[in-house]
Nanobody
Framework: QVQLVESGGGLVQAGGSLRLSCAAS????????MAWFRQAPGKEREFVAG????????YYAGSVKGRFTIARDNAKNTLALQMNSLKPEDTAVYYC?????????????????WGQGTQVTVSS
């Protein structure tokens, strides 16, 4: 079992940067593949980025590739998402999620544990 708590959201102007963090409880963090999802008002939750259990393989949605970077520190039980060159369309609630699946999954239904979410708002 793992519990997840996100932080770092806020209001930023277009072109700015934010860094999201996700703190995980428990001793089994390294046994989960991790991901960030986001959900904008009136839209479905969508995959943003994912990272393998040891942190050696990363995956990105096409809309954020080259602008966002996902990273994890298994010794500190933390997951991060560095977001650069933010756009108004990046506005959403961002969630970190954990899955026992061996590989990173791009479907939210594959994730067993979720944080409460953190709001990111990008103004134009």
């Amino acid at each position: 079992q793992v519990q997840l708590v996100e932080s770092g959201g806020g209001l930023v102007q277009a072109g700015g940067s934010l860094r999201l963090s996700c703190a995980a409880s428990g001793r089994t963090f390294s046994s989960y593949a991790m991901a960030w999802f986001r959900q904008a008002p009136g839209k479905e939750r969508e995959f943003v980025a994912g990272i393998s259990r040891p942190g050696t393989i990363t995956y990105y949605a096409g809309s954020v590739k080259g602008r966002f970077t996902i990273a994890r520190d298994n010794a500190k039980n933390t997951l991060a998402l560095q977001m650069n060159s933010l756009k108004p369309e990046d506005t959403a609630v961002y969630y970190c999620a954990a899955t026992r699946a061996i590989m990173v999954q791009r479907t939210s239904a594959e994730y067993d544990h979720w944080g409460q979410g953190t709001q990111v708002t990008v103004s134009s």
